[in-house]
């Protein structure tokens, strides 16, 4: 990891730091409000509402569940601005594969952490290997070899491959017992390839959430943010256009997302090619809209707050392992949960993701931005 000093919102896409802080935001808390909420409410509609802040066990879809995938597809956006800049630089493609094997291997070693709750030595055979940002920077790695070696009509190539491949893997195969195509916890080929290969626990011990063959989808989610930036940074298109386009991209992967999921059920545990396509739809239709308004009207100040939080994102995801954000928020604003009654532990909560935000905003000012 590395401290970057340099901020210039001025040559930046604005869009992009918006809408990953925008997602970034209901996962430093915001998230556990609308729950804490509904459990006090208790009416239809906080029930309903607070369902959607809630995975699926298995199939299924909540908005919950658009959070990592949309993180992806964000990175992958970034990736063509990057890398194009460093060629531009004069580093070789070898040069900057190098530094796209050392970024994804980063993020792997940060997710161990993350998963360990710190850095705490233990039996080799206790850790859990498989994680949230291993997928991120594993996904990584792939998309952006692709966007290195292969022209723009190659990566949509790969785009459907990878997505078609894993269908075919998972169709025509499953876990000894088991009839082929069967896409039970237990009875999938995944599940049981982790079982067999992937060293360490798993989140559910016959299964793992963030197992090693889904990030062959996964690097199809990163991917399609990488078509994106490419598409955005380089056609020679009015913005406008672009934002139409974006958007009858958005609605179609949607809708073969939806027609996909009748035999290769939308799953998140199993990163399916429906849920993939179903996620990097919504995934396109989100930055369409935060891409029209902040970049194409010009109407960005608004977006300051969430702007804060996706220059910053790796740092917000990590950090509660070393700060204790609540604790802090427990010191200094406790005074106003009590005065909140009978909702003390949402407006806590609240009050909580408010502290983090203030560590980011110092971060901010001071041109300090972490990256990997």
């Given at each position: 990891m590395s401290?970057?000093?340099s901020r210039s919102d001025k040559t930046r896409v604005r869009s992009i730091d918006a809408l990953r802080g925008f997602d970034m935001f209901w996962i430093m808390g915001i998230g556990s409000v609308v729950v804490q909420v509904a459990a006090i409410e208790g009416t239809p509609f906080w029930t309903g509402l607070s369902a959607q802040f809630e995975h699926p066990y298995w199939n299924g879809f909540t908005l919950w569940d658009m959070i990592f995938p949309l993180f992806m597809f964000l990175s992958g956006i970034s990736s063509p601005f990057s890398i194009d800049n460093q060629l531009k630089n004069g580093r070789s493609r070898k040069q900057i594969l190098w530094k796209v094997i050392r970024r994804g291997l980063i993020l792997i070693l940060l997710g161990i952490i993350y998963n360990t709750k710190g850095i705490e030595l233990r039996p080799l055979s206790d850790y859990r290997y498989a994680s949230v940002l291993g997928k991120i920077g594993a996904s990584y790695i792939f998309a952006n070899i692709i966007y290195l070696y292969a022209r723009p009509k190659a990566q949509a190539v790969w785009y459907w491959v990878l997505l078609i491949g894993y269908w075919l893997l998972l169709k025509f195969t499953s876990a000894p017992g088991y009839p082929p195509g069967n896409l039970t916890e237990a009875g999938n080929f995944a599940s049981y390839f982790d079982r067999i290969i992937l060293p360490g626990r798993l989140s559910r011990d016959i299964h793992d959430t963030v197992g090693l063959l889904c990030t062959i989808t996964g690097v199809s989610?990163?991917?399609?943010?990488?078509?994106t930036g490419n598409f955005l940074k380089k056609y020679p298109m009015s913005p406008i256009k672009k934002v139409f386009?974006?958007?009858?991209?958005?609605?179609?992967?949607?809708?073969?997302?939806?027609?996909?999921?009748?035999?290769?059920?939308i799953n998140k545990n199993l990163w399916s090619s429906s849920f993939t396509l179903l996620t990097g739809g919504i995934s396109l239709l989100l930055f369409a809209l935060f891409y029209y308004i902040i970049d194409v009207r010009g109407y960005y100040k608004w977006s300051f707050f969430f702007r804060v939080i996706g220059m910053n994102s790796i740092f917000i995801y990590i950090s509660p392992i070393f700060i204790n954000y609540f604790y802090i928020a427990k010191a200094s604003l406790r005074w106003i949960g009590q005065l909140s009654g009978t909702y003390e532990v949402p407006v806590m909560g609240i009050c909580t993701v408010f502290v983090s935000w203030l560590v980011l905003y110092?971060?901010?000012?001071?041109n300090?931005?972490?990256k990997v």
């Open positions: 401290i970057d000093n989610t990163t991917l399609l943010g990488v078509i386009w974006f958007s009858i991209g958005g609605l179609g992967l949607i809708l073969l997302g939806l027609l996909w999921g009748l035999d290769f059920p110092f971060m901010y000012k001071k300090i931005f972490i």
